[in-house]
């Protein structure tokens, strides 16, 4: 192997060794100011983008013990790798993606040590995010103890009602 493509090897590779989860991309016509607007969101989601040769980063993969199929692989592609959360970058690539007539698409995806296909990651980014779910989870938690509050109130201020009628029929 040459050294310019071990060297990207050894980059594809290390990228992949940090990153918990990384999205698969295929990308038609993607312009450097697109380009740009894409890896600045990411950015700001947690990820990185990257456009890498199929067999590099399959070579890469695979020294890993991650197996990806070529022939899945069409058309020039692109990894997003996530350090963060990888619902939040893969909820910013579909975002983007719907945003600029679809210049990138997604064609799998490797979130938390699992492969997944691109309708699966398709759902996955439609999820609510960890922020709304722990909101929904406080709502539930707090319903109850709200209408518990709010029985106990009506008994007191019925019985302080009664009583001021008591005393206004008595005077």
Same mark, same amino acid.
């Given at each position: 192997m040459r050294a310019e493509k071990q060297l990207l090897l050894d980059e594809i590779?290390?990228?992949?060794e940090k990153s918990n989860s990384f999205i698969l991309t295929k990308y038609t016509s993607l312009k450097a100011n697109t380009s740009h607007s894409f890896r600045s969101q990411l950015s700001k989601a947690g990820g990185d983008y990257e456009v890498v040769r199929k067999r590099v980063f399959v070579k890469a993969a695979?020294?890993?013990?991650?197996?990806?199929d070529v022939?899945?692989?069409?058309?020039?592609?692109?990894?997003v790798f996530s350090d963060k959360d990888p619902i939040e970058t893969t909820k910013a690539v579909y975002k983007f993606?719907?945003?600029?007539?679809?210049?990138?698409?997604?064609?799998?995806?490797?979130l938390d040590g699992q492969i997944y296909k691109a309708a699966d990651v398709e759902k996955l980014s439609q999820l609510p995010s960890k922020d709304?779910?722990? !909101?929904?989870? #406080?709502?539930?938690? $707090? +319903?109850?103890? !709200?209408?518990? #509050?709010?029985?106990? $109130? +009506?008994?007191?201020s019925s019985v302080v009602y009664c009583l001021d009628n008591k005393s206004k029929q008595d005077a």
């Open positions: 590779k290390s990228k992949l695979e020294s890993l013990g991650i197996s990806i022939k899945d692989l069409e058309g020039h592609i692109g990894v993606s719907k945003e600029n007539d679809k210049v990138v698409q997604v064609i799998g995806a490797r709304e779910m722990r !909101a929904h989870l #406080l709502g539930l938690f $707090e +319903a109850p103890m !709200a209408q518990t #509050l709010a029985v106990m $109130e +009506a008994l007191l």
